[in-house]
């Protein structure tokens, strides 16, 4: 089988790729405020490169459909520098990828597509229908439409470059093909499909794989009494570190689980503390803030006020009025006052010591949940060895990179996604603009 352009995993980079790889560019590459007046662009059939997509599911999007509680926050609202910036040391990398295809591009792109999208409050973006299904499906018809040519349920064991054309070997076909893009994930999610393949033809073909790490994961604790809470959640807790000498510092919603804590703002937290936590270091302090919207000296007004006010009510029942009980529960424990006492009989130094620890509680960090249980894997393909402009290989021309399997990933709200649209969509141009 011969083809032009050969997509490997059809997960959100793949899908974007093969839609960039086969339709015309005037109905992909133009400006967003064109993109919003003329929808009708999407609907025709197009007239790109002949184009193949291999996935070893048997069906497209597999991890797509999980994304965001099966939701899938498909980008963020914001100011493009801001975007930029959140993914750090990467963003320059990103930052053509990011102007040439960005988030409002992108929201043009879908309800291009028949989409309907919604803005949340915190500024991310979601089908109305709040199905994940929804953002495969527009995609996967799109391709249809455009003539892509679907290999399901085929996984790629190994791809060789011979004279002009790369050869593509499944278990039973060889697919022969002017230029690959390698959108294959990374290793989060493996049920999904991301093995870690793409990082086995990169080295292949000469590419530096930067170590794949865990991402947007639970932390583990040396503590235990996170256990005790397992399945609590607080919508507004701030999330503080200092690593390096520099402060870090995350906020949303954190959950206690069986071995330690989890929840938005701790995903965010270990983006910046997995890479410093390999075996045999010592464990990374945080402090929680289960109050952030008071200073230390509003709060401790506020209760020392409902202490005095309620001198028969138990300590942990008025602490409760801030945080969940259970977790009022423990702070007492730790604070040596017990779930018992009275208001009336709470010390002032106590006190101070349980104002501290709504404010500044103290864990110690081991660890992360294993990398199969994390949203985003961190390292991948060096992006010191792709075009910025192209995401084409500086090694290997003709080899494409795009989406997770990338060294880049951004913070939970839909950055993540943003990076396959983006990259996906410009390797797939590329990819097609020569042929």
């Given at each position: 089988m011969r083809t032009k352009v050969c997509v490997i995993g059809a997960g959100p980079a793949g899908l974007?790729?093969?839609?960039?790889?086969?339709?015309?560019?005037?109905?992909?590459?133009r400006s967003s405020a064109s993109l919003r007046s003329t929808r009708a662009g999407?609907?025709?059939?197009?007239?790109?490169?002949?184009?193949?997509?291999?996935?070893?599911?048997?069906?497209?999007?597999?991890?797509?459909?999980?994304?965001?509680?099966?939701?899938?926050?498909?980008?963020?609202?914001?100011?493009?520098?801001?975007?930029v910036r959140e993914f750090g040391d990467k963003g320059k990398f990103l930052s053509y990828c990011l102007h040439r295809f960005s988030p409002q591009y992108v929201q043009d792109f879908f309800t291009g597509l028949g989409l309907r999208l919604k803005i949340e409050k915190d500024d991310c973006v979601f089908p109305t229908g709040d199905r994940a299904s929804d953002v495969r499906d527009v995609l996967v018809n799109r391709a249809k439409k455009l003539g892509v040519r679907f290999l399901y349920g085929k996984r790629v064991s190994g791809i060789d470059r011979k004279e002009d054309a790369f050869v593509v070997r499944t278990a039973k076909e060889t697919v022969y093909a002017e230029k690959i893009i390698i959108a294959t994930g990374g290793l989060s999610w493996p049920k999904t499909g991301s093995t870690g393949d793409g990082y086995r033809f990169?080295?292949?073909?000469?590419?530096?794989?930067?170590?794949?790490?865990?991402?947007?994961?639970?932390?583990?604790?040396?503590?235990?009494?996170?256990?005790?809470?397992?399945?609590?959640?607080?919508?507004?807790?701030?999330?503080?570190?200092?690593?390096?000498?520099?402060?870090?510092?995350?906020?949303?919603?954190?959950?206690?689980?069986?071995?330690?804590?989890?929840?938005?703002?701790?995903?965010?937290m270990s983006r910046y503390i997995a890479r410093y936590l390999p075996a045999g270091r010592k464990p990374i302090g945080i402090s929680l803030d289960l109050a952030p919207l008071l200073s230390e000296a509003e709060f401790e007004k506020q209760i020392t006020e409902r202490l005095a006010a309620n001198?028969?009510?138990?300590?942990?029942?008025?602490?409760?009025?801030?945080?969940p009980k259970r977790v009022s529960g423990v702070l007492c424990g730790q604070a040596g006052c017990g779930d018992e006492l009275a208001a009336g009989q709470l010390t002032r130094d106590v006190r101070k010591k349980l104002v501290r620890l709504l404010k500044a509680l103290p864990i110690s960090v081991a660890g992360t949940r294993p990398i199969n249980e994390a949203t985003v894997t961190s390292g991948g393909v060096s992006v010191s060895e792709i075009k910025p402009k192209t995401m084409e290989s500086k090694i290997c021309p003709g080899l494409f990179f795009a989406g997770e399997v990338l060294d880049a990933d951004g913070p939970c709200g839909g950055y993540n996604l943003q990076i396959c649209w983006s990259t996906g969509a410009l390797a797939g141009s590329s990819a097609s603009k020569d042929l």
């Amino acid at each position: 089988m011969r083809t032009k352009v050969c997509v490997i995993g059809a997960g959100p980079a793949g899908l974007m790729a093969v839609i960039f790889a086969a339709s015309p560019a005037d109905t992909t590459l133009r400006s967003s405020a064109s993109l919003r007046s003329t929808r009708a662009g999407y609907a025709k059939a197009g007239a790109g490169s002949s184009t193949t997509v291999i996935e070893a599911n048997t069906s497209a999007g597999r991890k797509l459909l999980l994304t965001g509680a099966g939701r899938c926050n498909l980008t963020h609202q914001a100011e493009l520098a801001e975007v930029v910036r959140e993914f750090g040391d990467k963003g320059k990398f990103l930052s053509y990828c990011l102007h040439r295809f960005s988030p409002q591009y992108v929201q043009d792109f879908f309800t291009g597509l028949g989409l309907r999208l919604k803005i949340e409050k915190d500024d991310c973006v979601f089908p109305t229908g709040d199905r994940a299904s929804d953002v495969r499906d527009v995609l996967v018809n799109r391709a249809k439409k455009l003539g892509v040519r679907f290999l399901y349920g085929k996984r790629v064991s190994g791809i060789d470059r011979k004279e002009d054309a790369f050869v593509v070997r499944t278990a039973k076909e060889t697919v022969y093909a002017e230029k690959i893009i390698i959108a294959t994930g990374g290793l989060s999610w493996p049920k999904t499909g991301s093995t870690g393949d793409g990082y086995r033809f990169a080295q292949q073909f000469g590419h530096t794989i930067v170590e794949p790490r865990a991402s947007l994961v639970p932390l583990v604790t040396c503590e235990d009494w996170p256990g005790q809470l397992a399945g609590t959640a607080m919508e507004d807790v701030s999330v503080s570190a200092r690593i390096n000498n520099k402060k870090i510092k995350t906020a949303g919603a954190i959950i206690f689980t069986d071995d330690g804590i989890g929840g938005p703002s701790v995903l965010n937290m270990s983006r910046y503390i997995a890479r410093y936590l390999p075996a045999g270091r010592k464990p990374i302090g945080i402090s929680l803030d289960l109050a952030p919207l008071l200073s230390e000296a509003e709060f401790e007004k506020q209760i020392t006020e409902r202490l005095a006010a309620n001198p028969k009510k138990r300590v942990a029942n008025i602490l409760s009025e801030f945080v969940p009980k259970r977790v009022s529960g423990v702070l007492c424990g730790q604070a040596g006052c017990g779930d018992e006492l009275a208001a009336g009989q709470l010390t002032r130094d106590v006190r101070k010591k349980l104002v501290r620890l709504l404010k500044a509680l103290p864990i110690s960090v081991a660890g992360t949940r294993p990398i199969n249980e994390a949203t985003v894997t961190s390292g991948g393909v060096s992006v010191s060895e792709i075009k910025p402009k192209t995401m084409e290989s500086k090694i290997c021309p003709g080899l494409f990179f795009a989406g997770e399997v990338l060294d880049a990933d951004g913070p939970c709200g839909g950055y993540n996604l943003q990076i396959c649209w983006s990259t996906g969509a410009l390797a797939g141009s590329s990819a097609s603009k020569d042929l």
